[in-house]
C-alpha cells in the first residue's frame, strides 16, 4: 500500500461510504475492545506467531493460486481456538469442544504462541500440499526462537495442530463452489452471460454469522433507464473518457491485489497494526478470526445479492465504457470488492480506532477502483461497503463460543 498510500485522502472524498453507524464507533456488545498503544507501549508481547503465520499464508497464496476467503477464515478459526486451547487451564473447555486428550493438566497454560504456531501449519499444509517443507521450516524457526521450556512447547504444537486438523474437517463441509445459482433472466437491465461457468464462490455457502443468506440482502439496485441508473452510468463513461494514470493505478493495483484469489492489503495492513500496537497473539488470534470469517459471511451475503439481482455491469450497458482490467463472470450489484473491504475495515476499525480514518480510506479506494475500471457503478460500491458493515458488525457481536463449534 505504500506506494500509493498518499492518494487515499483523495480517494476517500470521492466516494462517500453509505455507512448506518459511525464506522470509527465499535457497536455496543461488541467483543472488540479496541487496542491502545499508549496502554500497550511497554508490555512485552509474545513470540508474534499470528503476524508471523498469517504473513507467511499471504506469501504462499502470492505463488500458489487458493481462495483467499476462505483460507483465512479457517487459518483465523484454528489460531483463535488453539489460543483459547492452550490458556484453558480448568479442563472444562470453552463451548468450542471441550477438554482435549494429552492436555497436561497442571493448572498451568501451554505457550499459546506454539499452539498457533502448530494450528497454522497444519491448517496451511491442508491449502498449500506441496509446500510443506517451508510451512514446517517456519514451525522450527519458531520453536528455536521461542525459548522456554521443550516439551512445553511441543505439547502445545501438537494441540495446536488437532485444532487445525478439526477445522479443516468443519471447512470440508462449508459449501463452498457447490451452488449453482443458475443463469440470468433475459432482458433489459440482467447481467449479460458470456457463456462461460458463472463464478460460484460462496454463494450459498454455510456461514459463520448470518442467520440466512440473505439476511443483509440489501434493496434493489436503481431501476434500468432511470434518472439514477442513468447518472450513475454517465459518470461510469466519463471516467472511462477521461481516465487518468492515477485512476488507472488504482484500478490496476486493487484489481491485482484484492479479489477472490487474494486479500492481501488488509491482511498486510492487519498484521501491520498488531505489530504496532504489540497486540498479544492471543488477542491478534481473535482479531484475525473476527476479521476472515467477516469477511467469508460478507462474501456469502454479497453473492446472494448479485444472483438475486442479476444486475448489468456497465460496460454491457454502455459499450463505449472501457475496461482496463478484466471483467468478472459474475453480476454488479453490490461490489465484491466493496463488500470484503467492508467487513475488513469494519473489524479492524473496531479493534483499532485510532486507525479509523485511514481503514475506511483504504476501503474506499478499493471501491471507487472498481468505477475507475468501468466494470461498476458507484451505487454498488456505496452498497457494498455498508454490507460488509454490516457483517462485521454482526461478527463484533457475536458469542464466538457458539460459532462454529468443533466436534
Not at 129 to 156: C, R, V, Y
Not at 248 to 261: D, M, P, V
Not at 371 to 396: C, M, N, P, W
Amino acid at each position: 500500500m505504500n506506494h500509493h498510500a498518499g492518494r487515499l485522502a483523495i480517494v476517500a472524498a470521492a466516494l462517500l461510504v453509505a455507512a448506518c453507524d459511525d464506522p470509527q464507533t465499535a457497536p455496543a456488545g461488541t467483543s472488540a475492545q479496541p487496542v491502545e498503544v499508549t496502554a500497550m507501549e511497554h508490555r512485552t508481547s509474545d513470540a508474534g506467531a499470528t503476524a508471523s503465520w498469517n504473513e507467511l499464508a499471504t506469501s504462499l497464496a502470492d505463488r500458489v493460486p487458493v481462495d483467499q476467503a476462505r483460507m483465512y477464515a479457517y487459518l483465523g478459526m484454528a489460531q483463535f481456538r488453539a489460543a483459547e486451547e492452550a490458556d484453558d487451564n480448568d479442563g472444562h473447555g470453552r463451548g468450542h469442544g471441550g477438554h482435549r486428550h494429552g492436555h497436561h493438566g497442571r493448572g498451568e497454560h501451554l505457550p499459546v504462541s506454539a499452539a498457533i504456531g502448530g494450528a497454522s501449519a497444519a491448517v496451511l499444509s491442508s491449502f498449500f500440499p506441496n509446500n510443506t517443507a517451508e510451512i514446517e521450516a517456519a514451525m522450527d524457526a519458531q520453536q528455536a526462537a521461542g525459548g522456554g521450556k521443550a516439551d512445553d512447547f511441543t505439547e502445545a504444537e501438537a494441540l495446536g495442530r488437532e485444532v487445525g486438523a478439526e477445522v479443516m474437517v468443519y471447512a470440508a463441509g462449508d459449501r463452498v463452489g457447490l451452488a449453482d445459482p443458475g443463469t440470468p433472466p433475459i432482458g433489459d437491465g440482467f447481467w449479460k452471460w458470456n457463456g462461460n461457468p458463472v463464478v460460484r464462490g460462496t454463494y450459498r455457502a454455510r456461514p459463520f454469522y448470518l442467520a440466512s443468506d440473505s439476511q443483509f440482502r440489501p434493496a434493489p439496485p436503481p431501476a434500468f433507464g432511470s434518472p439514477t441508473y442513468l447518472a450513475a452510468l454517465a459518470e461510469v463513461r466519463q471516467i472511462s473518457d477521461t481516465r487518468t494514470a492515477d485512476q488507472l493505478a488504482i484500478a490496476t493495483y486493487w484489481n491485482l491485489q484484492q479479489s477472490g484469489r487474494r486479500n492481501a492489503p488488509f491482511n498486510n495492513k492487519a498484521v501491520e497494526l498488531i505489530r504496532k500496537y504489540h497486540v498479544s497473539d492471543a488477542q491478534a488470534a481473535h482479531i484475525m478470526f473476527l476479521m476472515g470469517s467477516a469477511v467469508f459471511d460478507a462474501t456469502v451475503a454479497c453473492f446472494d445479492a448479485k444472483y438475486h439481482y442479476w444486475f448489468i455491469r456497465p460496460p454491457q450497458a454502455d459499450p463505449l465504457i472501457t475496461t482496463p482490467v478484466g471483467m468478472p463472470n459474475h453480476p454488479s450489484y453490490p461490489s465484491a470488492h466493496s463488500c470484503v473491504s467492508g467487513a475488513t475495515s469494519g473489524v479492524l476499525m473496531a479493534f483499532f480506532p485510532r486507525e479509523a480514518a485511514e481503514l475506511d480510506a483504504m476501503a474506499t479506494e478499493a471501491g471507487v477502483s472498481r468505477i475507475y475500471a468501468g466494470i461498476h457503478y458507484r451505487f454498488d460500491s456505496e452498497t457494498g461497503i455498508a454490507l460488509g458493515r454490516r457483517v462485521a458488525r454482526k461478527a463484533l457481536r457475536a458469542d464466538l463460543d457458539q460459532v462454529a463449534v468443533l466436534p
